[in-house]
């Protein structure tokens, strides 16, 4: 995932501040009382609450369904281009020397974000990578402030990092290590998988409508 | 008697049989946090009342006191579903909140405020109980105004809460495809959280009208209230018994579910991928003309798309299995034999079958969708444990589908198996004879495409 940034030209520290105020009202909808410090790795059961403020609890939905519904939770654009091997057949073979399946570009200024997937890819692994990539946007992975201090792990809690502005769905902030932000977008995809495929048969959604 | 004392073993002894039912029948079978705590405070209820019944309280503060403790556990109950509703409870406990109010932070913030602001307003009605003093468990008598303040500051968050979690219950049941159980479950909790709002509106009316109705109509008019009251904490009590009775099972376990993401979906997309990226990379050359040939003569064959899909995934799985690059180490026959056992146990599910299936394409919503069972790797991966002589029954007496017999004959060719293997399988059947025939076409026709591709080449120079 790459991200582009916007050149800011405002008057920078007013804003700034301004922003540190508006940061906990911008961040209200999302899903239950925001967890900045270090955090477990997302389980099934929060997911669905992140699917429920989507409005897909209990529902079968495609990859589209949730990426619509991402979208306009965020208030982003987010397209994906699915590449046939005939066009650019560079690009799968980068890809796969690389060991990633797809990309995706984010660009503040332009409010949108773009995944980017060769159409070789099997159905399962297309389906998933779409969703991975997704699972980055959710978590607000592409917002993170790169924090210079070593930050240590709690038991099974890992470290997380700040955000600069922009919207996600998720509840806890980002982690700090890559590959345990690329293992919860893993674990956000087939959470995303099961839950589209088993609508009101999935169990964690049947919970929300038996809290007692 | 007294009317209150008369009222207090009413509600006594109904509080009580429920709190038996509870123990006899809930608990056993369903046992939620939920109903344990529901079946303490049933207890605690019981008790009270009954103290009030038989033991005469009245009098000063012992009053205030105990007409506090018996508003107790009511406001234990509504706190307790105020903040399973936001999903505020410990994480022990379960901490999902009802669908309706994840949308909704606001209600959220509400409901999650509910615990605090109830116990903050019994701390100050006991304060304002025990400074002033009323004769607050006398029902009848004549009251005086700091007596409508001590009832109305439990009763109104009271009310309101209760209210809210009833909304929110209604707003549950609602929801489109819900199983009719899980439907009359919120139901129920619903008339049983709205019981308690109108309890609590009409105790603070009837504080009101202990304080200021006078004397003569006063009595009929709380004699009604009383009855009323006492009706509806009945229906409460026994609302909330019918939803906690109420049992839905989903058809697929948490547990089941878990296993198969951490077990199959993880396996089936390694699998998948790393192939992908072996041969996207830049896989063996042997690999490409061997896939070419099998496609073409699949196509010559006439085969449909599905065999022709599930021929390439299969020569593709034998020539990674066979030859294995840094990236497909993990293809290995006894992976693609645990992930195909972890297919076949999907497979005996009917229903977890048949729902578990995924796009063929992005946005494709026309085309069929790709389940185990239909996806070319779980036949693929059969056939290419077959090939290499990795299945348990490899004794090559069953009838092979002629896709099935133009990989192996592919396969042998390109020395990715042993040729005498292939033979012996398939026992130069019918089979066998076509595929040689229609590989042996594939090849000629790529060579002349190949023939051709070069001239073409040679020209443009």
Redesign the interface.
């Known amino acids: 995932m790459k991200v582009d940034p916007p050149k800011r030209d405002l008057p920078g520290p007013f804003f700034s501040k301004m922003a540190g105020f508006w940061r906990p009202l911008r961040n209200?909808?999302?899903?239950?009382a925001r967890v900045d410090g270090p955090r477990s790795l997302l389980t099934?059961?929060e997911f669905?609450?992140e699917l429920?403020?989507l409005?897909l609890?209990?529902?079968r939905f495609?990859?589209?369904d949730y990426m619509d519904a991402l979208g306009e939770y965020l208030d982003i654009s987010i397209v994906?281009h699915?590449i046939p091997?005939s066009w650019y057949p560079e690009l799968?073979?980068q890809?796969?020397?690389s060991?990633r399946?797809g990309e995706l570009r984010y660009s503040e200024q332009m409010n949108m974000a773009a995944i980017f997937?060769?159409g070789?890819?099997?159905?399962?692994?297309?389906?998933?990578t779409?969703l991975h990539e997704l699972g980055h946007l959710a978590a607000g992975d592409l917002l993170i402030e790169p924090d210079e201090d070593e930050q240590h792990a709690e038991g099974a809690k890992f470290a997380t990092l700040p955000l600069k502005k922009g919207r996600r769905l998720a509840r806890g902030y980002p982690f700090a290590d890559e590959s345990l932000r690329e293992h919860e977008a893993n674990l956000r995809a087939?959470?995303a998988?099961?839950a589209g495929?088993?609508?009101?048969?999935?169990?964690?959604?049947?919970?929300?409508?038996?809290?007692? | 008697m007294s009317a209150a004392q008369h009222q207090a073993l009413v509600l006594g002894g109904a509080s009580f049989v429920a709190f038996v039912f509870f123990l006899c029948f809930l608990l056993p079978s369903r046992r939620?946090e939920?109903s344990v705590f529901a079946a303490c405070n049933l207890l605690f209820v019981a008790l009270m009342f009954g103290a009030v019944a038989f033991v005469d309280l009245s009098g000063g503060r012992t009053e205030i006191l105990v007409a506090v403790m018996t508003e107790l556990p009511v406001v234990l109950i509504v706190a307790w579903?105020c903040l399973?509703?936001a999903?505020g409870l410990p994480a022990r406990l379960?901490?999902?909140?009802?669908?309706p109010v994840?949308?909704r932070?606001g209600l959220?913030a509400i409901l999650a405020s509910a615990p605090l602001v109830l116990l903050l307003s019994v701390v100050l009605a006991t304060i304002v109980g025990l400074v002033w003093p009323s004769p607050a468990m006398r029902v009848y008598a004549p009251a005086p105004p700091h007596f409508l303040v001590l009832k109305a500051l439990i009763m109104v968050p009271e009310g309101l809460y209760s209210g809210v979690a009833a909304l929110v219950f209604v707003m549950?049941?609602r929801?489109p495809?819900?199983?009719r159980r899980?439907y009359f479950?919120?139901l129920a909790?619903a008339v049983g959280m709205a019981c308690i709002s109108f309890i609590a509106a009409g105790s603070t009316v009837f504080a009101g009208l202990r304080v200021w109705l006078p004397g003569g109509d006063r009595r009929a008019i709380l004699e009604t209230l009383n009855t009323l009251e006492a009706c509806l904490a009945i229906t409460c009590i026994l609302a909330f018994t019918v939803?906690?009775s109420l049992r839905?099972t989903?058809?697929?376990?948490?547990t089941l579910?878990?296993r198969?993401?951490t077990g199959w979906?993880?396996a089936?997309?390694q699998f998948?991928?790393l192939?992908?990226?072996?041969?996207?990379?830049?896989a063996t050359d042997k690999l490409t003309h061997a896939s070419d040939a099998v496609v073409e003569a699949c196509r010559i064959k006439g085969l449909s798309e599905s065999d022709t899909q599930k021929a390439l995934a299969t020569i593709r799985l034998v020539a990674v299995m066979k030859d294995p690059s840094g990236?497909t180490q993990h293809i290995t026959p006894e992976a693609a034999r645990k992930l195909y056992e972890l297919q076949e146990e999907i497979l005996c599910d009917d229903?977890l079958a048949s729902?578990?299936?995924?796009?063929?394409?992005?946005?494709s919503?026309g085309r069929e969708p790709?389940t185990v069972k239909s996806?070319p790797?779980h036949d693929a991966l059969e056939a290419a444990l077959d090939l290499v002589g990795y299945h348990g029954e490899s004794g090559g007496a069953r009838a092979r589908p002629l896709w099935y017999c133009i990989v192996a004959v592919s396969a042998a060719d390109a020395k990715m198996i042993d040729r005498s293997r292939v033979t012996m399988q398939l026992r130069d059947g019918a089979g066998h004879r076509e595929a040689l025939e229609a590989y042996g076409a594939a090849r000629r026709s790529l060579r002349m495409l190949d023939a051709l591709r070069r001239r073409m080449e040679g020209r443009q120079e």
């Open positions: 209200l909808g999302a899903a239950q099934a059961a669905q609450e429920a403020i409005g609890s209990g529902q495609e990859p589209e994906v699915v091997d799968s073979r890809l796969a020397n060991g399946l997937v060769p070789s890819l099997p159905p399962l692994v297309l389906t998933l779409i087939s959470y998988l099961f495929c088993l609508g009101d048969d999935n169990p964690h959604a049947y919970e929300m409508y038996d809290v007692l | 939620t939920f579903v399973a509703l999903g379960g901490t999902l909140p009802a669908e994840a949308r932070p959220r549950a049941g929801a495809g819900l199983k899980i479950k919120n909790f939803g906690l839905y989903p058809a697929i376990a948490t579910l878990h198969l993401q979906l993880h089936q997309e998948e991928s192939e992908w990226q072996a041969v996207s990379g830049g990236e229903v729902k578990i299936s995924w796009a063929a394409g992005w946005r919503r790709q996806a790797l």
